[in-house]
């Protein structure tokens, strides 16, 4: 992080602004509606700031910098058209412990403005530290068309009765998830369509008649987290990733992918290392129960889809049991995934009428798969967890009559900015993959469709 972000009040305070030109005039405005008593020094100004001093909205010196004039400033700007003018500014600024903004010098800010939308109290602030002002530009006109006009009196109305929920809801807990139901709720669609007197009543009859019971009550979601690109979850995944008290993830659960839960959530790992699970998901389980006895609202995030290959059906069965709520959603698993990424179409009119997918990693450590179903022509066959197996694999098959020639494909870490495809034969991609340090997770693709990857391949990161 380059810089911290904090709202800083200004009100009654004093802030000095070097200069008087347009740019000064600018910052003065934003400084006078955050409450400021704005001090400005130049020897002239103009229109602008003369129609300020006019209204007396500001104090204007008529005078030349010097650097008495930082005593008892919250913060100061630079905005004359003279650099040496505004690196003394810089300089002073530093030694007194006073932030020090210089306009279109950002190596002599010790604070920078960012882009803002004002939809007060409610209040989006975008910066890219300076890297992009223009891509700091669009990102804001796009918060802008997101965020409606409402949003502002939304939270007057919720801060008029803080106090009142307080008294209400005994816990943290239970506060948040009123909240929560008001603003996705009937009382911000009252706001938003302007009734706001009907919407105050309604909050009303939401404190009286909340149950705080219903309000503790934890809650299991189990979500599929795809194969690690960020941008293929699904906006329910998203949805329920900021909502969660505490999330349990997988070793392929991507940093990026973890950075979007609630930042309060607690995180816990429990990554499983191949051939050690049955103990261990257990423990899964069981954890998953008491997190939500104790009321929270669990997130079980898994790589891909967590219905395949995913043992999400036994996590979730304890659950079932013991008659906690849950509820599973879908991920892009990781076949989808790697096949789009690697231009590999899993099905193809001329090639494979059927795809099938495996697991290479028996329960007990072996692979021992149904050779003569995975031999049958024009299918294509995904195998998940393939690599240790995947000599064994590629022979059995070839045992079993498919050609040594048949074309597969081993995917490394697809999806993500470390994919790598190896692609070869059911002969020769044993000896091709041995040659590389290939890194987990890989999926294994054969079939004729895996020769389309040479024409529809797009997605290149490593170059
Ligand atoms: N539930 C997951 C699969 C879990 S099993 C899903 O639906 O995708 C774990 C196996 O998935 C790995 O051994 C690997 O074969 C495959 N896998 C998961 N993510 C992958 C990725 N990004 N690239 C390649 N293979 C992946």
Not at 20 to 37: C, F, H, M, T
Not at 161 to 169: E, I, N, Y
Request: proline residues 5%; aromatic residues 6%.
């Amino acid at each position: 992080m380059d810089y911290l972000p904090i709202f800083v009040d200004l009100k009654g305070r004093k802030v000095l602004v070097v200069g008087a030109g347009d740019v000064a005039a600018r910052k003065v405005s934003l400084l006078l509606r955050a409450g400021a008593r704005v001090s400005v020094v130049a020897p002239d100004m103009s229109d602008a700031v003369s129609a300020l001093n006019a209204d007396g909205k500001i104090d204007f010196v008529k005078a030349v910098y010097n650097n008495s004039q930082l005593t008892e400033c919250a913060l100061a700007i630079a905005a004359t058209n003279n650099m040496a003018v505004n690196r003394q500014v810089s300089e002073d600024a530093q030694q007194y412990g006073v932030l020090v903004n210089v306009a279109d010098a950002p190596e002599l800010c010790t604070f920078i403005l960012p882009s803002i939308v004002d939809r007060s109290p409610v209040m989006v602030a975008v910066s890219t530290g300076g890297a992009s002002p223009t891509l700091g530009r669009l990102l804001r006109a796009r918060l802008e068309t997101m965020i409606p006009a409402s949003y502002g009196r939304l939270a007057e109305l919720t801060r008029r009765f803080r106090d009142p929920v307080k008294q209400r809801f005994k816990t943290m807990t239970q506060r948040r998830r009123f909240w929560e139901n008001v603003i996705q709720g009937q009382v911000a669609e009252l706001v938003y369509a302007n009734k706001d007197q009907q919407a105050e009543q309604a909050l009303q009859a939401a404190i009286d008649q909340a149950d705080s019971r219903e309000l503790s009550e934890g809650e299991v979601y189990l979500v599929g987290a795809g194969p690690g690109d960020p941008d293929l979850l699904t906006f329910r995944a998203l949805r329920l990733m900021q909502q969660a008290d505490v999330v349990l993830y997988d070793r392929l659960v991507s940093p990026k992918i973890l950075d979007l839960v609630r930042r309060e959530a607690e995180q816990i790992y429990v990554g499983k290392k191949r051939s050690f699970h049955a103990v261990r998901q257990e423990e899964i389980n069981h954890q998953l129960i008491d997190l939500a006895k104790q009321g929270k609202r669990v997130l079980r995030l898994k790589g891909g889809d967590p219905f395949i290959f995913g043992r999400g059906g036994e996590e979730i069965a304890g659950l079932a049991d013991e008659g906690i709520p849950f509820q599973v959603v879908p991920g892009v698993t990781a076949a989808a995934g790697c096949a789009s990424y690697a231009g590999i179409p899993l099905t193809h009119r001329d090639y494979a009428q059927s795809v099938i997918f495996v697991t290479g990693q028996l329960k007990d450590g072996t692979v021992d798969l149904q050779w003569q179903t995975l031999a049958q022509p024009r299918q294509t066959v995904v195998v998940y967890m393939g690599l240790a197996g995947l000599d064994i694999i590629c022979s059995k098959l070839i045992e079993q009559g498919v050609s040594p020639d048949m074309p597969a494909a081993l995917v490394q870490q697809g999806t993500t900015p470390s994919q790598r495809v190896f692609t070869g034969t059911l002969s020769t991609l044993n000896a091709l993959v041995a040659q590389h340090e290939v890194h987990a997770p890989t999926l294994l693709i054969i079939g004729e469709v895996v020769q389309l990857h040479e024409r529809l391949n797009w997605f290149n990161p490593q170059e």
